[in-house]
């Protein structure tokens, strides 16, 4: 009873809903576009990133920069960007997500800015914790058991069939 408890502890710890990224940036009330992650914690290295536009439509802030860009950085601060994809508004406004992947460990913040460098969204964080090389392997190895024992069954069923 006590290990059923533990795990399901455990499970809650584990299983973070989207709406659990953590909110980093200014008022949601004040910008045009909430920024959410598929996931506060990777094992693999890629999540999702989603956002909703909060107005039906929002303009550049000006005419000279009508491209808003996705920020990812490993400080709060944004000081120093590990990615900065650029995406027009267009995109910011029909394409509402996108994929990122080829993370190494450690803690990353995203927000969206426009082509001036204005916050359009609230800053979100992930951690991104690879599984050690054991695990890998292990899991790897049941997966190729699996595929092996697939095959040995699909051979001895194509000669049960031919005899």
Known sequence: MVLIRILAILGLFLLHPLSQAEDLG?????LP????????????G???LRWQPMETQFEPASHSAPLANL????ERT??????DIQLSVLSVQQQKQVHLSGFNDGTYFARLVDGDQRVLSNAVSFQVQHR????????FGAGLLLFALLLISIINFTRQEHL
């Open 26 to 30: 200014t008022s949601r009330d004040a």
């Open 33 to 44: 576009v909430e920024l959410s992650s598929s996931t506060t914690h990777s094992s693999e």
């Open 46 to 48: 890629y999540l999702t």
């Open 71 to 74: 920020q990812v950085a490993r």
């Open 78 to 83: 944004f000081a120093s960007l590990v990615r």
């Open 132 to 139: 050690d090389l054991k695990t890998a392997w292990g899991l």
